[in-house]
């Protein structure tokens, strides 16, 4: 079952934060050729782009089920496991988070990967150390290398959600849960970036570079984070430890928890890991204690499918995908979606009537590969996999681009809510899958970039959606702006008097008076108006000195029918005129605006206003 023609086969193993995949890009590129195969779209493009700047985008291509990237002369391939073309001939092959062999959806890739992807000169399986066991079983030739972690990770215990430290990442297993986490932080801190497995590409790297760029001092995340993104996270929180697997409600596993624990600090930062208020119990001392010191249960074993099966007839087929596995290390992967339509395809009268036509039983196991992004189950999923079948199997074999123009047309609308924008990218995720596969429809170039435009649009639309419904960046603005001791943010008052900091309007100056954006919340009002009292100390301090200076032509006295009157300045109130010691000696109240300003600022404005009265006197009542 293993292949041990590969000269080296080193198998790389550890906790998180001991630099695996750094080391898999390192010995990739002193190859020269290789690939490497992770278990995330976001994870390969993150990878793609590292491998593209060191060795140029002519050499390097990337192969994702829903991106296809492959210049000419590409030597270097990074792509998902599934995508991973482990046929071609390269001097280097990775395999990135080994241990998901034990996940029951998608085990049986990982395992395959393992047992028969193999590089010309150097082959590198990377994860963690619960499988060193199964490697010596499974794949003796291999050299085990262990990592130790650059970084101390300690257990923090739970804290409530307003106490987290920033630069936290908090951990939810439901979008619910992740939105009325994000919406909680929303309303205290000014937001949270929100990542998910199912966002694309481009709306997970806006979201994170608000985190990184310290727009938002929180993350909230699915345990996607957990497979090897790279982010400025000091502590993680988990919100839960329990998670639905796809069949039952389930605690997390030692290994599960760790790998996103992990994610706290970065190369020789230290991070720390907790909880936040969970009503089902927090983690146990041998949990915790498990995850500071790296120990995990060792895996038993991995699920294995027949990577290798005959398309003779739709029953020889079935049978070869049931076949168990000889090894006792091996057990037989669960029933994936891709199987699941299959069998259920296989009771429609048409499928079955051609069931002993080798080339259609092969088209139709292939498009069984198109994944159920929309998650809409798999009788539901079969209906579109049986029309793509048809066209695979009639005509010239190619899918009917009328079909797929109108379903691009239907998903060209930015407009919608966070779940409409995400149900919508899910959609178009199916058609770039079909585009980029040039042997399914005629002009894949074109309708590839159709669809990749049309995924950008709307990637960029839930970016902004997501950053309106869960960042009220002036909030988080106000907030990391009060833990500054010196004024570093830019202030600018329009000429309409609006006060905005950083870009972000706090209220209007009018003369000396400020007044909070009518819109602000109430609860906002404090922080506005600390915020302006710090920014615009300067700018009152200018105005003073020019209200002091200032020629007699800027000021004025207002009289109206049964109110004191008014001294104003450049048509704003800055004082009135009360009852003094004699007629012609009135007294001078001074605005509560001015007067919070510094005394001899204060000093400075009085003296000129009681010369501008005296003056006005002189004149008017000689």
């Known amino acids: 079952m293993p292949l041990t023609s590969s000269p080296m086969v080193k198998a790389v193993l550890g906790p998180t934060n001991t630099g695996k995949t750094h080391l898999a890009v390192e010995r990739l590129t002193a190859h020269v050729s290789g690939m490497i195969g992770f278990p995330l779209r976001l994870l390969a493009r993150e990878v793609y782009d590292r491998v593209a700047a060191i060795k140029g985008p002519a050499e390097v291509a990337l192969v994702t089920g829903e991106e296809r990237i492959w210049p000419p002369e590409a030597r270097y391939v990074l792509g998902t496991m599934e995508a991973l073309p482990i046929e071609r001939d390269v001097a280097f092959v990775g395999i990135d988070e080994a241990q998901l062999g034990a996940d029951p959806e998608r085990g049986h890739v990982f395992t395959d990967r393992m047992l028969r992807a193999r590089g010309r000169d150097e ?44 630069r936290s990442a908090i951990v939810a297993f439901s979008a619910e849960e992740v939105y009325a986490i994000a919406e909680m932080l929303r309303r205290f801190a000014g937001g949270a970036a929100v990542v998910m497995g199912a966002l694309s590409p481009r709306t997970r790297n806006a979201q994170v570079a608000m985190f990184e760029a310290g727009e ?13 993104l790279n982010l400025d996270v000091r502590h993680v929180a988990f919100a839960s430890l329990q998670k639905f697997d796809g069949r039952r409600l389930r605690r997390l596993t030692i290994a599960e928890m760790a790998q996103i624990a992990g994610r706290a600090g970065r190369h020789q930062q230290d991070g720390n890991f907790g909880t936040i208020g969970l009503p089902q119990g927090g ?17 038993s074993s991995l699920f294995w499918r027949n990577p290798q099966p005959r398309f003779d007839t739709l029953d020889g087929l079935l049978a070869d995908l049931a076949q168990p596995p000889a090894h006792p290390a091996l057990r037989a992967a669960p029933e994936a979606v891709d199987l699941a339509v299959l069998r259920h395809l296989a009771g429609d009268i048409e499928v079955a009537a051609r069931g002993g036509e080798p080339q259609a039983v092969e088209r139709l196991w292939d498009v069984c590969g198109l994944p159920d992004f929309e998650q809409l189950g798999a009788e539901h999923h079969s209906r579109t996999v049986l029309r793509l079948w048809q066209w695979r199997t009639s005509g010239d074999g190619m899918i009917d681009p009328d079909w797929f123009a109108r379903r691009l047309a239907r998903l060209d609308d930015a407009e919608g ?37 049309l995924e950008s649009r709307l990637s960029d639309a839930l970016h902004a959606a997501l950053t309106q419904r869960f960042v009220d960046r002036r909030l988080a603005l106000l907030i990391r702006d009060a833990g500054q001791r010196h004024a570093a943010l830019p202030v600018a008052v329009g000429a309409d008097g609006t006060v905005a900091v950083d870009g972000e ?29 710090k920014h615009l100390r300067g700018e009152l301090a200018r105005r003073a000195a020019a209200l002091a200076e200032s020629d007699g032509g800027a000021l004025a006295l207002v ?51 009681q010369r501008f009265v005296a003056e006005q006197l002189a004149r008017h009542a000689a």
Not at 578 to 601: E, F, S
Request: net charge negative; aromatic share 6%; charged share 20%.
């Open 123 to 166: 082959t590198m399986i990377l994860g963690s150390a619960s499988l060193t066991p199964l490697i010596r079983e499974l794949v003796p030739e291999a050299e085990i290398v262990g990592r130790p972690r650059f970084s101390t990770l300690s257990y923090a215990g739970a804290m409530k959600l307003s106490r987290l430290p920033k």
């Open 216 to 228: 938002v001092d929180y993350l909230v995340a699915t345990d996607a984070i957990g497979m090897g």
């Open 283 to 299: 983690m146990t001392p041998e949990e915790i204690a498990a995850i500071e010191g790296h120990h995990f249960p060792p895996l």
């Open 417 to 453: 809510d966070i779940d409409q924008l995400a149900s919508r990218i899910a959609a178009v995720r199916t058609l770039c899958f079909i585009a980029q596969r040039g042997d399914w429809i005629a002009d894949a170039a074109g309708w590839t970039a159709q669809t990749q435009a």
């Open 505 to 533: 309007a706090l209220g209007t100056l009018n003369g000396f008076s400020f007044k909070v954006d009518p819109v602000a919340r109430a609860s906002d009002h404090r922080l506005l108006l600390a915020a302006a009292d």
């Open 559 to 609: 009289g109206e029918a049964g109110a004191p009157p008014r001294l104003a300045w450049h048509g704003q109130t800055i004082a009135t005129l009360a009852r003094g010691t004699t007629l012609v000696q009135p007294a001078i109240l001074l605005d509560a605006a001015l007067r919070r300003l510094d005394p001899p600022q204060v000093q400075a404005i009085a003296e000129r206003l």
